[in-house]
């Protein structure tokens, strides 16, 4: 069965500091791996994605997501966050055939302090 | 080009009372899927559908359902409302294709009381 693991519930940063919000998953074969942002009282805001390819996916707003097979893991990073970015981040997994449901983590709550 | 467009924003209802949800998908997207949100249970799969068949389906009971017009325009009607529906309904709209990732609507908010 396939899952996703985001093993912190809220990550604190300060404004201009680098930030890692981390994500690891369980899946049989190549996964398609997301992130999405939601601001509250909004819908879900595609970041980006992983399918093949180079490890380091750039994605929207400055992100960008590690690929790292061995260790299972997808984390979301940015060079300097801003208070902007403080919101909630889901991890989601599905297979590689159209039509899959995406699998979503608990989501992890992003606070940047000025 | 426009989003993904769900109606209504917010809905209150009755216990054992029935609700239908609707997601206008972007334009040229074939594929429209719907997710629940929840506190407890976070974001959890109900069906997708493709050319106006469901490909796939969560594990939800029988009293959520499902259709897709000819247009791509998707429904969603839980009937025999229960306390623990209220909910978070998103709907995600794509290409369709095995890459393709989702684009979601701003989703409508049910309270059920």
């Known amino acids: 069965a396939q899952s996703v693991a985001q093993p912190e519930d809220q990550v604190n940063v300060a404004e201009g500091n680098p930030l890692t919000v981390k994500c690891t998953y369980s899946v049989s074969g190549n996964p398609y791996l997301f992130w999405y942002v939601q601001y509250p009282n909004r819908g879900l805001q595609f970041l980006l994605k992983y399918i093949t390819g180079d490890n380091l996916v750039k994605g929207s707003y400055g992100f960008e997501a590690e690929f790292n097979k061995s260790q299972t893991s997808f984390h979301l990073k940015k060079p300097s966050a801003l208070v902007s970015d403080s919101a909630l981040y889901f991890c989601?997994?599905?297979?590689?055939?159209?039509?899959?449901?995406?699998?979503f983590g608990k989501g992890t709550t992003l606070s940047v302090s000025s | 080009k426009a989003g993904v467009t769900q109606t209504p924003r917010y809905l209150i209802k009755t216990r054992g009372q029935q609700v239908t949800l609707s997601c206008s998908p972007i334009?040229?997207?074939?594929?429209v899927s719907w997710y629940q949100q929840t506190p407890g249970q976070g974001l959890q799969f109900l069906f997708e559908?493709?050319?106006?068949?469901?490909?796939n389906k969560g594990n939800f009971p029988g009293r959520f359902s499902g259709r897709q017009f000819s247009n791509s325009r998707s429904e969603m009607n839980v009937s025999t409302l229960e306390l623990g529906d209220s909910a978070l309904y998103l709907c995600?709209?794509?290409?369709?294709?095995?890459?393709?990732?989702?684009?979601f609507g701003q989703g409508t908010r049910l309270t059920v009381v």
């Open positions: 995600a709209s794509s290409g369709g294709q095995d890459f393709s990732e989702a684009f």
């Open positions: 334009s040229g997207h074939r594929s």
């Open positions: 989601a997994v599905r297979g590689n055939q159209a039509g899959t449901a995406l699998i």
């Open positions: 559908y493709f050319s106006e068949t469901q490909r």
